[in-house]
């Protein structure tokens, strides 16, 4: 491997963008889906952004100057000859649409799970709502997922309904619910909070 291209990629971890942060957090530390991400990794003559070799999976987060993209195009095509698949988000993407971003980069490791009942029918699937719960705040991210852990499978249905809901809220709202900064909406909620919190 080139020397200068280790260099470089050593100076890309450390100057990534708020968008490329934002993503690592979710894929470091085997967060999604179990598997292995690498960051600015040198790949032939290229350096991309997040690889995941077991997978053959390169994301590249990309800003403006990318559309339309020659070199891009170029360089993706190399890629898939060695056998990788290349997913491609705008900086803006990440930033505000994280979890269609990993759900699509999920999408790839597996089937989507079934729909939960408010969706449309289907069972709840375990290894969704253990997705949803990963949040960008770590405290959030740590309390749903012990709370995930000790009770979901022993919560009745009006409880999973309120959790799913829950869920659908934004990281800093939902923590100061569960802190309790901010007032629940409901009885059910409150309820659930008292779990979460207990845990």
């Not at 997040?50 to 891009?72: K, P, S, W, Y």
């Not at 939902?174 to 409901?186: C, H, V």
Request: aromatic letters at 10%; one cysteine or more.
């Amino acid at each position: 491997m080139n020397n200068n291209r280790q260099i470089f990629a050593k100076e890309l971890r450390g100057n990534m963008t708020d968008a490329e942060r934002l993503l690592w957090y979710h894929l470091r530390a085997h967060r999604l889906s179990g598997m292995k991400f690498k960051r600015q990794q040198p790949l032939g003559d290229y350096i991309v952004d997040f690889v995941c070799f077991g997978a053959r999976l390169v994301i590249e987060v990309d800003g403006g100057q990318h559309l339309d993209n020659m070199q891009d195009q170029r360089r993706d095509t190399w890629l898939r000859s060695q056998g990788f698949e290349v997913l491609r988000f705008w900086n803006n993407e990440v930033l505000e649409q994280t979890d269609a971003v990993l759900e699509r980069v999920l999408q790839f490791f597996s089937p989507s799970p079934p729909p939960l009942p408010h969706e449309g029918g289907g069972d709840k699937s375990l290894q969704r709502v253990r997705w949803r719960c990963r949040r960008g705040l770590l405290e959030l991210d740590i309390v749903l997922g012990r709370f995930v852990a000790a009770h979901y499978a022993r919560l009745d249905e009006a409880e999973k309904h309120t959790f799913d809901a829950l869920l659908d809220m934004p990281d800093n709202p939902l923590w100061d619910m569960i802190s309790g900064k901010r007032e629940a909406a409901s009885g059910g909620q409150r309820a659930l909070l008292e779990k979460i919190r207990a845990v």
